[in-house]
């Protein structure tokens, strides 16, 4: 029972829907080539390898024919597939997909990238004896990730939400042979097992205020934008109405996925799994899962200042915080960790600063050049054998290919101009220095923290000479440099192609470009990196940094001990109050409520055996002894 | 005279008589009499109450009253009539089993 339906909105009135079969294949496909791989061409890579790509490459065709459907459409058009799947008295819901401009773009990049980085696979994991269950495990990543892009209600969006966490936890957990791994899958996943927590509860509490006596309650996002200003009416929205409340809960499942203070804690740890895992999930798009969440139910965050206040603290304290921990980070993948932290820190605070497009603008142009530098992180270590950058060094000469691409990729995220991320910084820049000084001077110093050790990891492991000579580092296959050199031109390029001109129909703050701004963020971008290059550049053996400033060094490496309080938290208090739980349990729950009963009734049953003699006379006295009280009580008490 | 309260004292003293001879009495067969003494105590009061007011469905319960003391006499016995051949013995207190 499949039921079409077509948002009626004036500018797209005259326009055809597009077929619903092109949406249920970008997220079906995925998912039958992971069954596929799975059940059937396990043993053979060639097959297991090409349904994965193709899938993704049918996807990403069938995401630009929508995109096509709706330019023409123009801006405002919104289609929705949906089927009904449980259908209860006062419960019903849906399994449905919502193609709007926002969707595709997000669908855009999650299918752009991901198949740039299922090609870059080929060459990464090809001498990987799991090599099928890795494509596998990427083929169900898709599915679910795609499930959060294109979903149309809550259900459906948490399910998915859910289905990537498993993925990611299957695929941090990839090498299960290796404890660090196993441990970090479980730690992500126990990490955001608390803020899913959070988030089931923003969702359920949203559903119960969503009804009244006329409409039934709804989870259907479109339905809940159109009930927004009714529901603003009743409730309020100071920071205690329960729609603030309701949106703080549901943000709790963005700070779990998108890795942001204080449970960012997983993200770093998660580079235990295969390089382009961290690419993909990690960098480009499971981690831009919170913000895109964001933005597809902004039509609350934006109505609630109070809430919108916090999440804006949230992201800038998370973006300037990860950025001073990449400073002293010797882990090529940790470095990009901390900084993919601070850029959805940013991402964050653009989002509760109101921007929307700034959000996703920043969002977009992040999956590119951080999938890129992720991906030639890939190929030095795959070339290295080591993580370390200190091992490293001088491979400009052996590399040239991946130096370039990687120092495209760094400019890009420095926010030089005039590539990608200079565009996009400078929206949420802009946007903050317009609303608040204070979030806008945290984001120019991250901006000059982000050049500072993206020049640091360039001086280090590209420039100068080879520090060790064991290693003998050799240029990457072209299967693996190929779709780097894609996602290089769109980190360039990504400024210029239009990207928040497909959103600025929504809600949401609108930013003009800001000549001072921009000015003073590429004034701490190029800062950031010349003194980098000059701290570094002169091919230091060990890190001048940390040999200056040992004390905050120290700092910086042990994590603000955040790690170290947690499991003191964990030894201490959760350790302790489990054990006073079992106590109870054992000797309240067990020994006395539940064992008593049984004793109890035992008891009585043994005094109640005595009664039974056996002998049938006795019956009979008790008999007549029951009946004489009877009728005495019946001649006493009946008048 | 004899008015329908002696009827139903005499009634009643068979009642009781049968009462305290089932309780009382320890061999099977007796009890089993006394049971029947039970039921004819209140088989008096029946037909007292059918004469004094002249309706006969009470003697119609009588008769049905005795058709089924009859059939229970003769499972009675019967059990009985097992108990001594499979124990030897009729003394209600030495039956036991149907105990926990």
């Known amino acids: 029972m499949v039921e079409h339906q077509e948002i009626a909105r004036a500018a797209a009135a005259h326009?055809?829907?597009?077929?619903?079969?092109?949406?249920?294949?970008?997220?079906?496909?995925?998912?039958?080539?992971?069954?596929?791989?799975?059940?059937l061409t396990r043993k053979s890579k060639l097959l297991s390898t090409s349904l994965a790509i193709g899938s993704m490459a049918i996807g990403l065709a069938a995401t630009g024919t929508l995109l096509l459907h709706l330019l023409r459409a123009g801006e405002h058009a919104a289609y929705q597939y949906t089927?009904?799947?449980?259908?209860?008295?006062?419960?019903?819901?849906?399994?449905?997909?919502?193609?709007?401009?926002?969707?595709?773009?997000?669908?855009?990049?999650?299918?752009?990238?991901?198949?740039?980085?299922?090609?870059?696979?080929?060459?990464?994991?090809?001498?990987?004896?799991?090599?099928?269950?890795?494509?596998?495990?990427?083929?169900?990543?898709?599915?679910?990730?795609?499930?959060?892009?294109?979903?149309?209600?809550?259900v459906?969006?948490?399910?998915?939400?859910?289905?990537?966490?498993?993925?990611?936890?299957?695929?941090?957990?990839?090498?299960?042979?290796?404890?660090?791994?196993?441990?970090?899958?479980?730690?992500?996943?126990?990490?955001?097992?608390?803020?899913?927590?959070?988030?089931?509860?923003?969702?359920?509490?949203?559903?119960?205020?969503?009804?009244?006596?006329?409409?039934?309650?709804?989870?259907?996002?479109?339905?809940?934008?159109?009930?927004?200003?009714?529901?603003i009416a009743q409730w309020g929205v100071n920071l205690f109405s329960p729609l603030s409340i309701a949106a703080l809960l549901i943000f709790c499942g963005a700070v779990g996925k998108s890795a942001q203070f204080p449970l960012h804690v997983w993200l770093p740890d998660a580079m235990q799994g295969p390089t382009p895992v961290s690419a993909l999930m990690h960098a480009a798009t499971m981690v831009a899962a919170g913000v895109y969440m964001i933005c597809r139910v902004f039509f609350l965050f934006g109505e609630v200042p109070g809430a919108l206040e916090i999440i804006a603290v949230i992201g800038g304290f998370t973006s300037i915080f990860?950025?001073?921990?990449?400073?002293?980070?010797?882990?090529?993948?940790?470095?990009?960790?901390?900084?993919?932290?601070?850029?959805?820190?940013?991402?964050?605070?653009?989002?509760?600063?109101?921007?929307?497009?700034?959000?996703?603008?920043?969002?977009?142009?992040?999956?590119?050049?951080?999938?890129?530098?992720?991906?030639?992180?890939?190929?030095?270590i795959h070339a290295m054998h080591s993580n370390n950058i200190w091992h490293m060094g001088g491979l400009k000469k052996a590399m040239p290919v991946t130096t370039a691409l990687f120092f495209i990729g760094s400019l890009a995220l420095a926010g030089i101009w005039p590539l990608s991320g200079f565009w996009s910084k400078d929206e949420i820049l802009a946007l903050a220095f317009g609303k608040c000084k204070i979030l806008w001077t945290v984001g120019t110093v991250t901006a000059g923290m982000t050049a500072y050790y993206m020049g640091r990891v360039l001086c280090v492991v590209f420039l100068g000479e080879q520090r060790d000579h064991h290693a003998h580092p050799h240029e990457v296959p072209p299967v693996m440099y190929m779709p780097l050199i894609v996602l290089a031109i769109f980190s360039v390029?990504?400024?210029?192609?239009?990207?928040?001109?497909?959103?600025?129909?929504?809600?949401?703050?609108?930013?003009?470009?800001?000549?001072?701004?921009?000015?003073?963020?590429?004034?701490?971008?190029?800062?950031?990196?010349?003194?980098?290059?000059?701290?570094?550049?002169?091919?230091?053996?060990?890190?001048?940094?940390?040999?200056?400033?040992?004390?905050?060094?120290?700092?910086?490496?042990?994590?603000?001990?955040?790690?170290?309080?947690?499991?003191?938290?964990?030894?201490?208090?959760?350790?302790?109050?489990?054990?006073?739980?079992?106590?109870?349990?054992?000797?309240?729950?067990?020994?006395?409520?539940?064992?008593?009963?049984?004793?109890?009734?035992?008891?009585?049953?043994?005094?109640?055996?005595?009664?039974q003699t056996g002998k049938v006379q006795a019956y009979a006295l008790s008999l007549v002894a029951g009946i004489g009280i009877l009728i005495y009580v019946g001649w006493r008490c009946i008048p | 005279m004899i008015s329908l309260t002696h009827l139903l004292a005499l009634s009643g003293i068979l009642f009781v008589i049968g009462l305290i001879g089932t309780i009382t009495r320890r061999n099977i067969i007796m009890i089993l009499l006394s049971l029947e003494i039970i039921l004819n105590g209140?088989?008096?009061?029946?037909?007292?109450?059918?004469?004094?007011?002249?309706?006969?469905?009470g003697q119609i319960i009588v008769f049905f009253v005795m058709i089924v003391a009859a059939v229970e006499v003769t499972v009675g016995l019967a059990i009985a009539v097992v108990l001594v051949q499979q124990m030897g013995q009729t003394n209600a207190d030495e039956l036991k089993l149907l105990k926990w």
């Open chain 1, 15 to 39: 326009t055809v829907a597009p077929a619903g079969w092109l949406a249920w294949t970008i997220l079906f496909l995925p998912l039958a080539a992971f069954l596929a791989i799975t059940f």
């Open chain 1, 83 to 154: 089927v009904n799947w449980i259908t209860l008295p006062g419960l019903a819901v849906e399994f449905g997909l919502l193609i709007n401009p926002l969707s595709v773009l997000m669908s855009l990049v999650v299918t752009g990238v991901g198949l740039m980085i299922f090609l870059y696979s080929i060459g990464y994991m090809a001498d990987d004896a799991a090599y099928s269950r890795y494509f596998a495990y990427l083929s169900l990543f898709a599915f679910s990730m795609l499930g959060i892009v294109l979903a149309n209600n809550f």
């Open chain 1, 156 to 231: 459906t969006l948490f399910m998915s939400w859910e289905l990537v966490g498993a993925s990611s936890y299957l695929l941090i957990g990839f090498w299960y042979d290796k404890p660090a791994a196993a441990d970090a899958g479980k730690k992500a996943f126990l990490v955001n097992r608390i803020a899913d927590f959070g988030f089931l509860a923003g969702i359920l509490m949203l559903w119960s205020i969503a009804g009244n006596q006329l409409d039934p309650k709804t989870l259907n996002l479109i339905e809940l934008e159109q009930r927004m200003p009714g529901l």
């Open chain 1, 322 to 380: 990860a950025a001073s921990m990449a400073l002293v980070e010797n882990d090529i993948k940790r470095i990009l960790a901390y900084s993919t932290l601070s850029q959805l820190g940013t991402m964050v605070m653009a989002l509760g600063l109101g921007g929307y497009t700034a959000g996703m603008y920043h969002l977009s142009t992040h999956a590119f050049f951080k999938a890129l530098l992720f991906l030639g992180a890939g190929c030095v």
């Open chain 1, 493 to 611: 390029v990504g400024g210029f192609i239009g990207i928040p001109s497909l959103l600025h129909h929504a809600k949401g703050v609108h930013v003009e470009f800001n000549k001072l701004v921009a000015l003073i963020s590429s004034a701490a971008a190029a800062g950031g990196l010349l003194l980098a290059f000059k701290v570094y550049g002169k091919q230091p053996q060990e890190d001048p940094f940390a040999v200056r400033f040992k004390g905050l060094t120290r700092l910086l490496t042990s994590k603000y001990y955040i790690d170290d309080i947690y499991g003191w938290l964990n030894t201490n208090i959760q350790q302790r109050t489990a054990l006073v739980s079992a106590w109870v349990e054992r000797n309240v729950i067990m020994s006395f409520l539940v064992n008593g009963t049984a004793k109890i009734t035992g008891l009585s049953g043994s005094l109640l055996t005595k009664f």
């Open chain 2, 42 to 57: 209140v088989n008096i009061a029946f037909v007292a109450f059918s004469y004094a007011l002249g309706n006969l469905t």
